[in-house]
């Protein structure tokens, strides 16, 4: 943590200019890197693949700090992630309980069943502790708790179908609003953004799921894809078509996805030939990834005003 | 007088994962007598996908792991194509073998700086690579420090390999570019340059920073190249499709035993899985995935894990780079941490080098697609490599959707507990004998494990073990 913030900083007036915030607001940020006794920041893993955590580390930058390392060192003090952290075994479980003034990112899903042991996180004096009590435990006391991922925000992917672990959404597990990174996975941009913002202190404004209203701004993908009515892609397979008649769930997804683009904007799904499949989405994954073929046909499952949005 | 050592977690890796090893002195020198591998989470991934159209399972399946997502996609695809008696245009074969690579690239570079690395090097002092435990730091304060250097560059030189696979993808992790049929992505000749310039800059990272850093650790820790062996059994199912029928592949299918060199060919008849000390209902055990169950019982007598057990002809197998260089005759020199780490890094030499040549073989806005339509009725398998190792997807279409889905991961081979026989898993089997210099810190039992690269969040059938009677637990 004693390395550069001057660096972070200057990242951050870039990063602050696209999240509309104005230099004023950047002494905020800049006396609460300054304050040895700033916040901390937690990352947990429950019920995932671990996809968001690689999608973080993808994230990448024209100005500094230009990746996740700059990240990592020279802005946020992560006092444990599960797939970065060096110790191992009651290390961890002293590590995070020590923690006092910190934001809480939880990647994955809520597993209840089996009493929580679906789920083991780390043993505590020689105690398993379910997955469900760490993160209950460690949201009380966090300034700001954070999803990462559509199964965090929403159960997702891992409480899909028969939900044999009986999968929750942080929300539902915690009883208390989240702010929620959704996407499977979420954009690395997403991710670092938010955790700016909080870092200075600030209040995240969300939309009706919880979702940052910076970068979920109530524009339908379709307004902003290039690709939007640009001939309508009959089968898989064409290059540079509408994906609406296929099913695609840009009419109703809000995801940014056709302006930052992915992987150091290189690509993004619609751009590879693909229906977007709305993985931002409360309802994601439904029971289809696509919507109901043909234009003014029922909305399919990615529809807004799911059941299990959040709000913060 | 032995004692229990419990790690819980073993971190750096995917997913969560708890070892509990008993140490006892041999010829007075402490060492493991016995392992009990377990993973601490269970998602039950296979009967989620139940009633699922059958097309979807290529992204589903994605979602299992976000670090090797791509493979998944693959064997999905390969199985509903099978079922569907379809065959892909040449240049969807060839846009998958290039998005693999990259994928196996990325979570090779991944695995030995990030995940294994700081088993034996220090990493910057400050979270998250601090607390961390004060072991045996061989390797001088020059070389340390070019580590933690080369430890940020690989962050970047992973980043960059899941861009190259973007390139042509859409996106990493979580491609939607993997369809039953083939591939979404008419390639474009810009695209094909982009993947090509990024093409130089992984070949050069591989060849002048990794390769050298794998040699370095190995000279310094010379013992490692004879610790944590394990029965020696090495298994593939082969991996990326050098013809349209997927009989060629790049790495060849096939199994040596007890470190024979005569490689035996692969049946996947004769894989089953084992539950006598999984969480599952024992009239389930031995069974082909074809017919398997995931029927959790918990608890249940005997038992402490939620990975089932997979055998071939009722034997336990390694399965990784090592088998894969090891089958295909490109690497003979041995089994332990160390053949493994160098195994790696042989091997992600071998995808650079021959994605350019694959890459000359795409024809700029030719073909990606053909329709591929499952029929009401139908089974399949989909056998392929992930990076970690051999991986399975055995599926059943009733009705029109899924009724049966059963994937075999590498790690459940690896990571795997007890058979019915009670005859230890892989890693389990390669932790003992490994000698531990402090019981409090037993970085030895990391090492070993962590050249193995588990991923638990691709062993769908994890849960936790039953609670012996610890005497430490870390």
Redesign the interface.
């Given at each position: 943590?004693?390395?550069s913030r001057r660096a972070f900083l200057k990242y951050c007036a870039v990063a602050s200019a696209s999240l509309g915030l104005g230099p004023e607001e950047l002494v905020g940020l800049e006396a609460a890197l300054a304050d040895p006794a700033g916040p901390?920041v937690l990352w947990l893993?429950?019920?995932?693949?671990?996809?968001?955590?690689?999608?973080f580390?993808?994230?990448?930058s024209p100005s500094e700090p230009v990746?996740?390392?700059d990240v990592?060192?020279k802005s946020a003090?992560?006092?444990?992630?599960?797939?970065?952290?060096?110790?191992?075994?009651?290390?961890?479980a002293a590590?995070v309980k020590a923690a006092t003034n910190y934001i809480l990112l939880v990647e994955g899903g809520v597993?209840t069943a089996?009493g929580g042991?679906?789920?083991?996180?780390?043993?505590d004096?020689?105690r398993?502790v379910p997955?469900q009590e760490a993160v209950r435990t460690l949201a009380e006391k966090a300034k700001n708790v954070v999803c990462i991922g559509t199964c965090a925000a929403y159960g997702g992917?891992?409480a899909?179908?028969?939900?044999?672990?009986a999968v929750k959404s942080v929300r539902e597990a915690i009883g208390k609003d989240t702010i929620n990174v959704s996407g499977?996975?979420p954009h690395p941009n997403w991710i670092v953004e938010t955790l700016v913002q909080l870092l200075q202190g600030k209040t995240v404004a969300v939309d009706a799921q919880g979702r940052p209203a910076s970068l979920f701004d109530g524009r339908r993908m379709c307004d902003q894809c290039p690709f939007h009515r640009t001939g309508e892609a009959r089968?898989?397979?064409?290059?540079g078509q509408c994906m609406e008649a296929l099913g695609c769930q840009g009419e109703v997804s809000p995801s940014p996805c056709p302006t930052t683009l992915?992987?150091?904007r290189?690509?993004?799904?619609?751009?590879?030939?693909?229906?977007c499949?709305g993985?931002t989405q409360p309802t994601f994954?439904g029971?289809?990834?696509l919507r109901s073929r043909g234009r003014g046909g029922p909305r399919g499952p990615g529809g807004p005003g799911g059941p299990r949005g959040g709000q913060n | 007088m032995p004692t229990v050592v419990?790690?819980?977690?073993?971190?750096?890796?995917?997913?969560?994962l708890?070892v509990d090893v008993t140490i006892d002195p041999v010829d007075g020198k402490p060492q493991v007598v016995d392992a009990r591998v377990s993973g601490?989470?269970?998602?039950?991934f296979e009967?989620?996908?139940?009633?699922?159209?059958p097309s979807?399972a290529p992204?589903?399946t994605q979602?299992?792991?976000?670090?090797c997502?791509v493979p998944h996609g693959v064997a999905a695809a390969m199985a509903l194509e099978k079922a569907a008696q379809c065959t892909i245009p040449e240049n969807a074969r060839l846009l998958r073998n290039l998005v693999m690579g990259a994928n196996f690239i990325q979570s090779h570079i991944?695995h030995f700086y990030?995940?294994s690395l700081?088993d034996y090097v220090g990493?910057?002092g400050?979270?998250?690579?601090?607390?961390?435990?004060n072991v045996d730091r061989r390797i001088g304060a020059e070389d340390s420090a070019r580590f933690v250097d080369h430890?940020?560059a690989a962050?970047?030189a992973?980043?960059q390999v899941?861009?190259m696979?973007?390139?042509?993808?859409?996106?990493?992790?979580?491609?939607?570019?993997f369809?039953p049929?083939?591939?979404?992505?008419?390639p474009?000749k810009a695209q094909i340059d982009?993947f090509r310039k990024y093409c130089g800059i992984v070949t050069d990272f591989i060849r002048s920073v990794y390769a050298p850093d794998v040699e370095l650790l190995a000279s310094q820790y010379p013992e490692y190249g004879q610790l944590g062996r394990g029965y020696g059994n090495l298994l593939a199912f082969g991996g990326f499709a050098l013809d349209a029928a997927g009989t060629s592949r790049f790495f060849a299918a096939g199994r040596t035993t007890a470190g024979a060199a005569d490689v035996q060919p692969v049946n996947p008849e004769a894989v089953t899985e084992q539950v006598a000390c999984s969480w599952y209902d024992n009239s389930s055990t031995d069974r082909r995935p074809s017919d398997g169950a995931t029927q959790?019982v918990?608890p249940k007598e005997g038992a402490y894990s939620w990975l089932k057990a997979p055998r071939y002809e009722g034997q336990p197998y390694e399965t990784g780079p090592l088998a894969r260089m090891a089958i295909g005759g490109l690497y003979r020199k041995g089994v332990s941490v160390h053949d493994r780490h160098r195994a790696r890094a042989l091997e992600a030499m071998k995808i650079a080098e021959a994605l350019p040549k694959w890459l000359d073989e795409v024809k700029a806005d030719g073909?990606?697609?053909?329709?591929c339509a499952t029929g009401a009725e139908a089974e399949a398998a989909g056998l392929t490599e992930a990076p970690r190792g051999a991986l399975g997807h055995w599926l059943k279409i009733r009705g029109g959707k899924i009724a049966h889905y059963q994937v075999v991961t590498p790690t459940c081979w690896n990571g795997s507990p007890r058979d019915d026989q009670q005859k230890p898993g892989p890693i389990e089997k390669a932790l003992v004998g490994a000698p531990v210099a402090d019981a409090k810190q037993p970085i030895e039992v990391?090492r070993i494990v962590h050249s193995f690269d588990p991923c638990l969040?691709c062993a769908v059938h994890v849960?936790?073990p039953s609670d012996p009677a610890?005497v430490i637990?870390?």
């Open positions: 943590m004693q390395v901390s893993q429950g019920s995932g693949c671990s996809g968001c955590t690689i999608s580390l993808n994230y990448v990746d996740a390392a990592l060192i003090n992560l006092v444990y992630h599960p797939t970065l952290s060096a110790g191992a075994g009651e290390s961890v590590a597993p089996f042991h679906a789920c083991i996180p780390w043993s004096g020689g398993e997955f992917i891992s899909m179908g028969a939900n044999p672990t499977c996975p089968s898989l397979g064409v290059r992915w992987n150091n290189v690509s993004w799904c619609v751009a590879a030939g693909s229906p499949l993985c994954p029971t289809s990834l | 419990t790690i819980d977690p073993v971190t750096r890796l995917e997913g969560h708890r601490t989470s269970f998602r039950g009967t989620m996908l139940v009633d699922r159209a979807e992204h589903l979602r299992i792991c976000g670090v997502s991944l990030h995940l700081l990493g910057p400050m979270p998250p690579w601090e607390p961390q435990w430890y940020k962050l970047k992973v980043r899941n861009e696979a973007a390139v042509f993808a859409g996106r990493q992790p979580h491609s939607p570019a369809v049929g083939g591939f979404t992505n008419v474009t982009e959790a918990c073909p990606v697609y053909t329709n990391l969040a849960c936790r610890h637990v870390l």
